[in-house]
């Protein structure tokens, strides 16, 4: 046989003498389950979008309030009502920031106002964009202290359900779909009858139900992993149920409780903002987004500044953690390694 | 010969990946001839099932594709027909058997819809006439009572069963290929020999070719008239079945042979080959074996080896049949020799007198849902001596893996007693008793947390029991033993996914050790790993047992590798014993009926073995009787039988073994 791109010579066909080498994993660095998961979230463009817009949201809503010198509850009937006007861009006349309204009349002129409302003020003469950073902040509050609620209750609820089985489950699982049986709203309204509206009522009213779809999940998971050989595995070792709870089976369910709770706050806020709008939310003179919504859409014809900013606002969080939530399912998702 | 139906011509598959282009084809060329049966043999990996896939035109299409090369049927090119065209040849002329007959059965169809379906789809004939042929063809592959069985669903039939119907869709067409994908790999022995005559018989009456898809080289030999052995995307060896398996040419195939345990000797050691297959996304150059082959020449390292003719029908792509390294060839010859006679001088191995484990009419019964009863485990006695193997044998769902998570009390027995160490364990404190038991898994993949680096899942048993006097210390005992099953003190920061699955289960059984156990349950240890690591491990396990005195018992439904490891074996059918001796005698004397017909379905790795074989199907007695229980025939070994058979198997044992 010949073989022409090459020279075979007789040196080469003499034994290397190499032994066998374990191949040493040195060729790629290690990486833990979180790094892999923050790199695929990263090269994820809606993701790392709604990651920023987030912190856009929080910055403000932490900080917008302090930027001017009005207080949110601070009333003036002298200047009620006012289109936005924003320093520089107000000569941009496109933009709608010029303090002039829909009927074309510059309302800072006719009223005699020389200050800037960037947002714009409401029918109390209240500057809107602390109102809404303050409404923001309040309302990303209760979303995250539902959702932490949530999802302390939840995993709990859950992971005992499904740890230890048997009858103790369905008992567990009986008092779920009970509560699943029983209509949100009614359940929000009965309580907020009972307790005064208020932040804590409100939040209360959204996590006696809400956890119950963590719960679920939780279960799900446990169920799933603790059939599974690295959990018998550590029982034959003699691992007590909290070790096995604590090191094995939450910790591998971790993908699933982020993502249900980055989807439980879009949802809270909504809430909130929908019981607000219908009335059953916080009172005056605390805002929401909710009730900024409620107020302008009472003159959403004539001045409709007061309703857009806030409902633009609601939908960008929305928006940002729903999209947040997907991107971290995906990056979560072992099925997406190679 | 006769002619030939399809040739493969280099043909190159590649998958793209998110880490690049992985080669899982890299230059396949071969003949198919008509009506013979071609054994395509390689670990997990080689690139046998998508060479195969690709036939059909399978290919998972966009991140596979053909890169090159051409599947010549008929004078027409698969690779280069339209998705219409390669459909009517789907079923038709060409058609496939899968691994697993449970879902490659539509659930919700009944068996007469399914066969109809590919019936209707490619021949011109009346309803009514192909439901008559469903009737025969379901005759065909030895299912009684077809015209009634029809109407039934996929989950009324067994799993043997379930592949005959599965056969017989596959048969619809008459198909001048039949692509059989590792089709009895899900089944059992006694099963599996079933499936695999039945494929004979079919091929002898309709003169079908076979492509036939295996890692099991018993498989092999019982079934193959030729045989191409693939390695990393290659074919490297292809011949007539008794070329390949008597004169193997390639180092990958001697290797892959020398692996397997014989039955019919007593050896030592497993011979084995080092590391696993290399990564397809990078190729090394040269022969891809190379790095694994300890005698591998210098030019294996740098050029690809072209095939080489051995004879008219035989063919290896190595250097070592290059003209020039004939040299080298009588030197490997002549140490290889020497190296057999070495180690084949077997030193016997002490057994204690002492029982380390005593089990006494044990049952685990199971709930299964209104007012049923699931006898798992019904009725188990047995000992086992300090420093002993002990095997466990039986098809899936005998109770062979509940027994022995019943002893880790896993699960709470129902009834019976056991006794470790002369003491009743379920009364024993639960932790010391953790300590001395211990447990290896069957599944490498899930048995490792994904979220703990191998250090942690390693010292779990010593955070649990304490076992360790300070930080340094503990990381001490990691390394002591990463060492010890043969890995290196850097993989103890990694996670385990970086690993593959030989080097996990290793990694199982450094856990196991950690605690100092006394006796280790081996739940089918070796089963889901590929044959050359099986060797590793099942080395590493003998060899921890002499270091440490260690008493296993070994789980598993592979008989050659249990009669391999252990010293004495226990046969279980139905969550009872029903015959336990010395592996030796019941290899070479099996007493009972069932004994007898399991051992007679396991296919050797030898093909005129295979030729002689006679299969003794599964006997008919009674097990469910007071009268019948273990009773020892001669001296150790016990046979399930009541006591007017006692005496007729007494005369039975002094006559001749019937099995080679």
Not at chain 1, 89 to 115: C, H, M, W
Not at chain 2, 211 to 240: C, P, Q, S, W
Not at chain 2, 241 to 260: I, R
Request: aromatic content about 8%; hydrophobic content about 40%; charged content about 25%.
């Amino acid at each position: 046989m010949k073989v022409n791109e090459y020279e075979l010579t007789d040196d080469l066909f003499e034994e290397s003498g190499k032994a066998f080498e374990e191949k040493r994993i040195t060729s790629r660095p290690s990486s833990t389950f979180m790094k892999d998961s923050w790199l695929r979230l990263r090269k994820n463009k809606g993701a790392f979008t709604g990651l920023i817009l987030i912190i856009l949201i929080m910055f403000l809503a932490a900080f917008g309030p302090y930027m001017n010198s009005h207080g949110f509850d601070e009333q003036d009937l002298t200047r009620t009502n006012l289109p936005p006007k924003v320093p520089v861009l107000e000569n941009l006349s496109f933009l709608g920031v010029s303090g002039v309204d829909i009927r074309g009349t510059d309302q800072y002129a006719a009223k005699e106002v020389p200050d800037y409302y960037w947002f714009g003020t409401d029918d109390l003469g209240r500057d809107l964009w602390t109102r809404i950073w303050q409404g923001t902040r309040i309302s990303l509050y209760i979303a995250f202290l539902a959702a932490t609620l949530d999802l302390v209750i939840g995993v709990a609820y859950g992971s005992i359900s499904a740890y230890y089985g048997g009858r103790i489950d369905n008992v567990m699982q009986r008092i779920i779909e009970v509560l699943m049986g029983i209509p949100n709203l009614i359940v929000v309204i009965l309580l907020i009858l009972i307790l005064k509206p208020g932040i804590m009522s409100i939040t209360l009213a959204m996590v006696i139900t809400g956890w119950v779809s963590m719960a679920r999940i939780v279960r799900g998971q446990v169920l799933k992993l603790k059939g599974q050989e690295f959990v018998l595995a550590s029982r034959t070792l003699g691992a007590k149920d909290k070790n096995l709870i604590w090191g094995h089976l939450i910790p591998n369910s971790l993908g699933p409780i982020i993502i249900t709770t980055m989807f439980t706050i879009p949802t809270a806020i909504f809430t909130e903002a929908f019981l607000s709008f219908i009335g059953l939310g916080l009172q005056p003179p605390i805002a929401s987004l909710g009730m900024i919504v409620n107020d302008g859409f009472k003159m959403l014809k004539i001045y409709p500044h007061m309703l857009m900013f806030s409902s633009v606002i609601i939908s960008l969080i929305m928006i940002s953690f729903n999209l947040l939530g997907d991107g971290l399912r995906d990056s979560f998702d072992p099925k997406m390694k190679k | 010969m006769m002619g030939k139906i399809l040739s493969v011509d280099d043909l190159h598959i590649s998958f793209d990946t998110y880490d690049g282009e992985v080669r899982a084809v890299r230059g396949v060329t071969f003949d198919l001839y008509k009506g013979e049966t071609l054994a395509v043999v390689g670990e997990s990996g080689s690139g046998k099932s998508v060479m195969s896939k690709s036939i059909m035109g399978l290919i998972p299409k966009p991140s596979g594709r053909i890169v090159n090369g051409t599947i010549t049927y008929q004078d027409r090119d698969i690779t280069k027909m339209s998705n219409k065209e390669i459909r009517g040849l789907r079923g038709s002329e060409i058609s496939i058997i899968f691994q697993d007959p449970m879902s490659s059965l539509n659930p919700t169809m009944t068996i007469n819809n399914q066969i109809l379906e590919g019936i209707l789809a490619h021949q011109k004939i009346t309803r009514k006439e192909a439901e008559k042929k469903v009737i025969s063809l379901l005759e065909l592959v030895g299912i009684s009572n077809a015209s009634e069985r029809v109407k039934q669903y996929p989950h009324q039939f067994s799993g043997g069963m379930q592949q005959r119907v599965v056969i017989a869709m596959a048969l619809a067409c008459n198909p001048a290929i039949l692509i059989a994908d590792e089709p009895t790999t899900a089944l059992d022995v006694t099963v599996q020999a079933q499936v695999l005559e039945l494929l004979k018989d079919i091929q002898k009456k309709m003169d079908t070719s076979i492509i036939f898809i295996t890692h099991d080289l018993g498989v092999v030999a019982n079934i193959a008239d030729r045989v191409a052995v693939m390695y990393a995307g290659k074919v490297v060896e292809i011949g007539r079945t008794d070329e390949v398996f008597y004169n193997p040419q390639h180092p990958y195939t001697k290797g892959l042979l020398a692996a397997m345990p014989d039955l019919t000797i007593d050896q030592e050691e497993l011979q084995t080959i080092p590391g696993s297959p290399p990564n397809l996304l990078y190729p090394p150059p040269g022969d891809a074996f190379a790095l694994r082959n300890e005698q591998a020449l210098k030019i294996d390292f740098l050029h690809e080896p072209p095939m080489f003719k051995v004879s008219e029908t035989h063919s290896a792509a190595t250097w070592l049949l290059h003209e020039k390294a004939s040299k080298v060839t009588k030197l490997l010859e002549e140490k290889q020799q020497l190296e057999k006679a070495i180690s084949d001088q077997v030193p016997k191995k002490e057994i204690g007198k002492e029982k380390i484990l005593e089990v006494k009419d044990l049952k685990q019964h199971f709930k299964g849902g209104k007012n049923s009863v699931i006898k798992a485990v019904d009725g188990l006695s047995f000992d086992i001596y300090e420093g002993e193997t002990f095997g466990l044998v039986g098809e899936s769902g005998c109770g062979k893996s509940t027994t022995g998570r019943t002893l880790v009390r896993l699960y709470d027995a129902t009834s019976g007693e056991v006794f470790f160490k002369g003491v009743d364990i379920h009364k024993k404190n639960a932790l010391n008793l953790n300590k001395d038991i211990q447990m290896i898994f069957q599944d490498p993949y899930s048995s490792l947390n994904p979220r703990w680096t191998v250090a942690d899942i390693i010292a779990e048993g010593m955070d649990i029991h304490g076992l360790y006097t300070s930080k340094a210390n503990r990381m001490e005992k990691v390394y002591e033993l990463l060492k010890t099953v043969g890995l290196a003190e850097e993989h103890a920061n990694r996670y385990p996914h970086e690993f593959s699955g030989g080097q996990r289960q290793r990694i199982g059984i450094a856990r196991a050790l950690a605690v100092d156990p006394k006796f280790i349950i081996a739940d089918e240890p070796i089963s889901a790993l590929d044959v050359s690591i099986q060797a590793q491990i099942t080395n590493l396990l003998k060899k921890l047992q002499k270091e440490k005195n260690l008493t296993y018992l070994f789980i598993a439904h592979d008989l050659s590798m249990v009669k391999y490891i252990s010293d004495r074996v226990g046969v279980m059918y139905q969550g009872k014993l029903v015959e336990v001796a010395a592996s030796d005698e019941l290899y070479d004397n099996p007493l009972h009926p069932y004994t007898k017909s399991l051992l007679s379905a396991i296919p050797v790795p030898d093909p005129e073995v295979e030729k002689k074989r006679i299969r003794i199907p599964k006997g008919k007695w009674t097990i469910d009787s007071e009268e019948y229980k273990l009773r020892e025939i001669t001296e150790g070994h016990w046979v399930a039988c009541t006591e007017d058979e006692v005496d007729s198997y007494r005369t039975k044992s002094d006559a001749p073994a019937v099995l080679v």
